[in-house]
């Protein structure tokens, strides 16, 4: 089986109050992103996918790492590092997904039914 393998990195993010690597309490603080990891099977069309809220890994950041969130034209890199790891994360599992699908017991119509 060949699979494609795509993320994308949507605009919902979750904004709160955070504790930084360096203990400081900043607001509005970027802290997850809704994310799509997707996975298809190129031979069969055949998808799974997940799209939960990515947590960001706030532990090395300091209070000088913070951007206003009005001033931000896009996520910062080393958040879309983190999203992109947690993408590649998640293509084994995916892949495992769509080999259980084809393996899997199908329903169908008995060959007596007058459906069929």
Known sequence: MAYQHDLTITDR??????????????KKYKSAVVCIAKCTDTDTGEVASTDPWVSLDLSSLTAADYVALDALTGLPQRAIDQLTAWGQEQQAGLEAQLQARASAPKEQTAPWSSAA
């Open 13 to 26: 993010i979750r904004v709160g109050t955070e504790t930084l690597g360096d203990g400081r309490v900043q």
